[in-house]
């Protein structure tokens, strides 16, 4: 059905007949799997959804580095602090590939920045909640890069080239951020009782945080319908969750702890299990600014942007200079 509309940012799909025939052309390739690169037309919402979700994306990578960052002077042992250290590493070289990505829809690096700093773009909520204990590196690892990658896949297969390309190296390296978590968590859910109580406590506080990842559910989804029917999503939100949920639960029986939710009861007649809807109030109000962590992450990426102002400016001396002898060389 998506596939014969297309509309406005937000809106309700334009119907075919609507459309101009460069809109239809459009459509069309997008209907028959065909990518769209940097230089093909494009409408100009299509243009403006992309740099909003990865300009959101890559703003995600970077401030989910600070959660972990905190742990990486505190991490148990040196083999720990390591794969933390590169972790941590991966996740910038998320937000890079990502913001390469949107550099191609003619959008600066500076300008995503300048407008997540000044409020204009978010990142994603959970990283608006603290990491208290080391249960919970193992917590972010397994449930928050799971849930992210669960994500992520579909979007290899995403229209436009350059964001569908990022994904695929993105994926890999999640893979083995959700396994270390999951390790993380063998060794806590198998420890001593104040380990196992670590680990029962990690997920107690971040499971619902991590069905918000997904986003709101369908019915109060905003952009959904326009981005599937321009295969920018791939799923809806709620599809999303319902997978987390189903490959997440028998992972939480496999280490032995309680399940976060007494409203989890597997359905015979569906094939999946049920559960208890996250408070959305809370996830409206993280999204505005005021979640428990809000504050702090921009106050750090503020001052990151800051401080590396002389960096930025002495590698664009040096470009403009290179540039310069080149072209000295080349008369
Ligand atoms: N947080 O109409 P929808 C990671 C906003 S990467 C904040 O459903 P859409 C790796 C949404 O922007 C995690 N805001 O929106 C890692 C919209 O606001 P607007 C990031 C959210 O775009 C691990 C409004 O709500 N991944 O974790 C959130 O169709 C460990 C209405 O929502 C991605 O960004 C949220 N959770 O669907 C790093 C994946 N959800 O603009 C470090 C790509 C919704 O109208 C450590 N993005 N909003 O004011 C997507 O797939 C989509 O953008 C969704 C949202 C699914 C996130």
Known sequence: MYSQMEKTEGGDPKLQADMTDKERAFQDKIDRNIKIEPRDWMPDNYRATLIRQIGQHAHSEVVGQL?????????????????????????????????????????????????????????????????????????????????????????????????????????????????????????????SDAQRKMAQDAVNRLWFPVLMMFGPSDKDSVHTAQSLAWRIKIDTNDQLRQKFVDQTVPQIEYLGLDLPDPGIKWNDETGQYDFSDPDWSEFFNVIKGNGPGNVDRMKARRAAWDDGAWVRDGLLAHARKKAAAKQLAAE
Request: charged share 20%; net charge positive.
């Open 67 to 191: 959660p972990e960052g905190n742990w990486i002077t505190r991490a148990p042992t040196l083999e720990r602090k390591a794969i933390l250290l590169a972790k941590v590493q991966d996740e910038a070289g998320h937000g890079l590939y990502l913001y390469a990505a949107a550099e191609t829809l003619g959008v600066t690096r500076d300008q995503l920045t300048e407008d997540l700093l000044a409020g204009r773009m978010k990142y994603s909520s959970i990283f608006n909640y603290p990491t208290l204990n080391w249960a919970d590196m193992g917590a972010v690892g397994w449930l928050v890069d799971g849930a992210a990658i669960l994500n992520q896949v579909p979007l290899q297969r995403t229209s436009y080239g350059p964001y569908a390309r990022a994904m695929v190296r993105i994926c890999k390296e999640e893979s083995f951020h959700a396994r270390q978590g999951f390790h993380i968590m063998m060794k806590m859910a198998k420890g």
